[in-house]
């Protein structure tokens, strides 16, 4: 997958690095002198998120930026908790009715 933000569209762009040196004229110098220039690339923050699309959730890459925004728009946290009604205790545990005691045959 490439490298592009799925709401904004942001993506690597291209650039230049420019080397200088000298002493800005301001500054009483005879002014700055470009030394080099090197390409590079400007990259976006991009981050895998979860993101609900279409009544959907689905891992999309999105900026920073968009995240930041509002953009994207976050499942639901999950539930773990089951209801009471489901949850039946065992027998000897806290909560659950004393189990009747057997009458020795002497009594």
Request: proline fraction near 6%; charged fraction near 30%.
């Amino acid at each position: 997958m490439s490298r592009v933000c799925f709401f904004t569209g942001k993506r690597t762009s291209a650039g230049r690095s420019i080397k200088r040196r000298g002493k800005a004229k301001y500054l009483g110098g005879v002014g700055r002198k470009v030394t080099g220039s090197t390409k590079r690339k400007f990259k976006p923050n991009i981050q895998k998120v979860r993101a609900v699309i279409d009544g959907g959730v689905r891992r999309v890459k999105a900026s920073a930026k968009a995240i930041r925004i509002g953009l994207v728009q976050k499942p639901p946290k999950r539930n773990y908790t089951s209801t009471d009604s489901t949850l039946r205790p065992r027998s000897g545990q806290a909560g659950s009715p004393p189990a009747e005691e057997h009458k020795s045959a002497s009594a």
